[in-house]
């Protein structure tokens, strides 16, 4: 089951605008993590929250995190043609022992910038 | 640093064949996982490997097995072959002195098709 909910599933903006894109999830986390993906391709790390942080800034993308209404949204300000992609929130559970590589992903959002 | 590397790129496949898909973790990343991600959705964890050994699997078949060598390439092998198995097959690796919080390094996958 999918324990991050991405929304919207689809965005279209126009460069320059910024885009900004939500994920729910259920269970406590350790982190949550947001990864792009370009056309089927492999995901790129994109930045990771702890718990206990409410923001993060990297480049031109801010995450935050509310932990109290498990959600997060990732900002991305002055948006390029190259942003181009989808967009996943993946949370890391404490399932005991080493988990290290168990990440549980959402569906997505696609985001489309127009040049 | 030589990335995460997956072969072979695309494979077709009959149903009810057997397939191994191959994976050469990024240098110093001893912990690889597994992910299946169909058309339109997020990735699924299958299973990772640490030390040689499964260590956390998802909700996936006894079909689905794996290995882990000790240069910490990997395989995923699956069996009994259904249509429903494809999907592209993402490897991740991850260093694991950063522990829980380690982001996961992707290849590109491998699309596969059952017919």
């Known amino acids: 089951s999918q324990q991050g909910e991405e929304d919207p599933q689809a965005l279209s903006i126009q460069e320059g605008e910024n885009a900004t894109m939500n994920c729910s999830y259920k269970t406590s986390i350790n982190n949550l993590q947001w990864y792009r993906q370009n056309s089927g391709r492999g995901l790129v790390h994109l930045i990771l929250?702890?718990?206990?942080?409410r923001e993060k800034h990297s480049g031109r993308l801010r995450v935050t995190l509310d932990t109290s209404k498990k959600s997060s949204s990732l900002l991305i300000t002055a948006s390029r043609a190259a942003d181009t992609a989808s967009y996943f929130c993946?949370?890391?559970?404490?399932?005991?022992?080493?988990?290290?590589?168990?990440?549980?992903f959402g569906q997505g959002t696609i985001l489309t910038v127009h040049p | 640093e030589t990335g995460v590397t997956q072969s072979p790129t695309h494979l077709i496949k009959t149903r009810g064949q057997q397939v191994t898909l191959r994976c050469s973790s990024q240098s110093g990343h001893n912990t690889v996982s597994w992910y299946q991600q169909a058309l339109g959705q997020g990735p699924q964890f299958i299973f990772q490997?640490?030390?040689?050994?499964?260590?956390g699997r998802g909700n996936f078949p006894p079909r689905f097995s794996g290995l882990q060598f000790p240069n910490y390439s990997s395989e995923l092998n699956v069996n009994a072959l259904e249509l429903d198995d494809s999907a592209l097959y993402l490897c991740a690796s991850s260093p694991t002195h950063q522990g829980l919080h380690s982001p996961l390094h992707f290849g590109n996958g491998t699309r596969l098709t059952v017919t």
């Open positions: 490997y640490y030390r040689e050994e499964e260590n």
């Open positions: 993946a949370t890391g559970i404490n399932a005991g022992g080493t988990s290290y590589g168990k990440l549980t």
């Open positions: 929250i702890r718990s206990n942080e």
